[in-house]
């Protein structure tokens, strides 16, 4: 079993910024696809990024310029900074961790509200 412990989200300003850490632990072979979701209140569900075993990243037209995802392998920790934070950026953030047919870990989520 793989655990996922997001740590960072918080209440900020219009134009802040902000940085999510997740933390993976448990029995870990190896772990490649990582990514963050995100689900907006009363909304579904929606990719925000993901970030390759070799640093190959991808992320949401929503979010591109604004936000970077990183990683640590050495620490099984990936990243997220957020920057230029907009209202419609607010929804509990996930950390997930993909296996060949989709994601197979979730984190319990954390809690990003930009406020106007």
């Known amino acids: 079993q793989v655990h996922l412990v997001e740590t960072g989200g918080g209440l900020v300003q219009p134009g802040g910024s902000l940085r999510l850490s997740c933390a993976a632990s448990?029995?870990?072979?190896?772990?490649?696809?990582m990514g963050w979701s995100r689900q907006p209140p009363g909304k579904e569900r929606e990719l925000v990024a993901r970030?390759?075993?070799?640093?190959?990243?991808n992320y949401a037209d929503s979010v591109k310029g604004r936000f970077t995802i990183s990683r640590d392998t050495a620490k099984n920790t990936v990243y997220l900074q957020m920057n230029n934070l907009k209202p419609e950026d607010t929804a509990v953030y996930y950390c997930n961790v993909y296996g060949s047919f989709g994601i197979v870990y979730w984190g319990q989520g954390t809690q990003v509200t930009v406020s106007s």
């Open positions: 970030i390759g075993s070799v640093g190959d990243t």
């Open positions: 448990g029995r870990i072979a190896s772990i490649g696809l």
